[in-house]
């Protein structure tokens, strides 16, 4: 047995992260968690991650969910959507879009893929064209390799000469611990 002297706010924080990794909390508990270790313990979302065992991406696509009007937080804590929807409704700019959209998926029982495909089509975003040509199991096997390191969505258009990589980023946040991911800092 280990013990350790710690003063009332480190208790304090031990019992929060504690606490976070329980499995039976809800999203919008986990996030609400997350937000006090940040505001109350001014901790990163490196070092949020760290504590809680989670990825810093997920960390901070967690907290994001508490950007969501209250109307669509209460629909996910009541469980009538997913924490999948709500990440999709937050690609949406305004309360008043993410409302409608959500009006929608309620009444329409859109699954998270049907969700995202709404938000896309409403946000003015066109669906991307299939590819003429196969994609390269190679290729393929980069872009899962790089998303899993760098904890995000990444596209590698490969060709003759060259190409492109596209690393999606979702905040200022992420583009800095991805920055400092690639650039070992």
Same mark, same amino acid.
């Given at each position: 047995?280990?013990? *350790?002297?710690?003063? @009332? ?14 499995? $039976? ?20 979302? $490196? @070092?949020? +991650?760290? *504590? ?41 700019? +305004? ?6 959209? %959500?009006?929608?998926? %309620? ?15 409403? +946000? ?11 994609? $390269? ?7 899962? *390799? ?25 905040? $200022?946040?992420?583009?800095?611990? %991805? ?7």
């Amino acid at each position: 047995m280990i013990v *350790r002297n710690v003063t @009332e706010t480190e208790r304090l924080e031990l019992a929060l992260i504690e606490n976070v990794q329980r499995a $039976d909390l809800s999203p919008l508990e986990t996030a609400e968690a997350y937000r006090q270790l940040a505001e109350d313990f001014h901790l990163s979302h $490196d @070092e949020i +991650s760290a *504590r809680v065992g989670k990825s810093r991406v997920s960390v901070t696509n967690t907290l994001r969910l508490l950007k969501l009007p209250a109307t669509v937080q209460q629909e996910l804590a009541e469980g009538r959507i997913s924490e999948g929807h709500a990440r999709a409704l937050l690609a949406l700019n +305004s309360t008043q879009a993410q409302l409608a959209v %959500l009006q929608a998926v %309620l009444r329409l029982g859109l699954n998270v893929r049907q969700t995202e495909e709404l938000v896309r089509k409403y +946000s003015g975003i066109k669906p991307e064209k299939p590819s003429e040509k196969p994609v $390269d199991p190679e290729i393929k096997a980069i872009e899962e *390799r790089l998303q899993e390191s760098l904890g995000t969505k990444v596209v590698l258009h490969h060709g003759n000469r060259g190409g492109t990589l596209v690393i999606h980023y979702y905040s $200022d946040e992420e583009l800095s611990g %991805l920055l400092a991911h690639i650039l070992k800092e």
